[in-house]
């Protein structure tokens, strides 16, 4: 007997996020236009880890062609905390700087809590300062972590109303999995957060009506850990050997396999990526905004 499958919805996170792009563009004009104000987003990087100087470029690239001022602030490896403490109280103080952005992960002999935690909280475009975090879990108005943001958004677009569904978010990080979780939550769905202690991982994600992957393993989450018909959010980026010497990258999810399965997900790259940089955009317009007491209309936060 023929059996016919149908693949899975591909989510394109690049084509949402450039729509994002163009509104944060749009609001931004008007906001010079109307006010005489221009948004300005500081990215600070302490070292030269490859990636990060990757990231660093796109950000510093993509709020420049949203129309914002970029302030990109590099420092040596060896840089202390105190240093890094005075560069982030002078933007703290700068009128331009409307979102400061401290590039992670920092290097080891600094502690990162306290750095981000020196961040001004109206600044914090992130949303990784303890207050945003608190605000966050607490359902109060805050500035949201991009990524969990970014995911977010894909899953309304998608979905529209969430309430009632089942979410399993593998991955615990302050950066990924609890703000994921927080948000879902306050979506209205089940929650199940998945860790690296968690037992009977597959039987978990297959429960799952909306499962998310923010673990940083390559192509971990295999095709029969996912119920038929499941929406699948891929956070994880690595970069795999591709032969020849060359690499690739990689989500935490076995694309092809998983997408014979489920009902939609999302490719890596061109998946949750572009939507973390949008998502920043749309906080750095917003935190101008309630600076200065604007209403701020491209608001994205839940
Ligand atoms: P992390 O290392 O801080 O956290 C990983 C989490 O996965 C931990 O909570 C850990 O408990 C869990 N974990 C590890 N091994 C596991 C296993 N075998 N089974 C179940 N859980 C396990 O990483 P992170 O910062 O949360 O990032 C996760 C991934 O997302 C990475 O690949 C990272 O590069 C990527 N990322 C992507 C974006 C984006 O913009 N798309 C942004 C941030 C992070």
Redesign the pocket.
Known sequence: MLTTRTMAHRIDGKAFAAGIGGEVAKAVHRLRQEYGVTPGLAVVLVGNDPASEVYVRNKARQTVSAGMQSFEHRLEASAGEGEIRALIAGLNADERVHGILVQLPLPAHVDAEAILGAIDPAKDVDGFHPLNVGLTASGQKALVPC?PLGCLMLLRDLHGDLSGRHAVV????N???KPMAQLLLRSNCTVTI???R?EN?PDLCRRADILIA????PE?VKADWVKPGATVID????RIAAGEGKTRLVG?VDFAAVSEVAGAATPVPGG??PM?IACLLANTLNACCRSLGIPVNADLTP
Not at 170 to 173: C, E, L, Q, V, W
Not at 214 to 217: D, E, I, L, P
Not at 235 to 238: A, F, L
């Open positions: 990524t593998i991955g615990r990080s950066i990924v999995g998945a860790h690296s968690s991982l923010a673990v940083g393993r971990m956070v994880g980026i690595n935490d949750v990526g973390t």
